[in-house]
């Protein structure tokens, strides 16, 4: 970042915090999307720019935490379920998992010799 645009932040910033220290609390916006309403964009474009995303940022890490869980959940079943070598097999197929080419396994499969059963 170029000094001239840090030193533009900067001042900006502090310019924001001065508009906000001189607001009565009671009329602080308690939103982000309040202070993108209230934050005018040829003066803050860069205090805009942030405002805009936080707006987006996640509130909570409940889907995080809900992948987590489902992971747990699965790893479980699969260790009360399957002995320690298909458990493994599982992970290695997770791990170096590649997308199969259909034509190439069964032009494999017909070039070998076929061998019956009994």
Do not use: G, H
Request: include cysteine.
């Amino acid at each position: 970042m170029e000094l001239k645009n840090l030193r533009v932040i900067k001042a900006e910033w502090e310019i924001w915090k001065q508009k906000w220290q001189a607001t009565p609390p009671e009329e602080l916006p308690r939103y982000a999307a309040e202070v993108m309403k209230q934050c005018n964009t040829s003066l803050f474009s860069n205090i805009s720019t942030l405002i805009k995303i936080l707006a987006t940022l996640p509130v909570n890490t409940a889907a995080a935490e809900r992948s987590f869980s489902t992971l747990r959940r699965l790893k479980t079943y699969l260790r009360n379920s399957s002995v320690e070598e298909r458990l493994n097999e599982l992970a290695l197929m997770t791990l170096y998992s590649e997308s199969v080419d259909v034509n190439n396994v069964i032009a494999t499969f017909t070039m070998k010799a076929l061998r019956l059963v009994f």
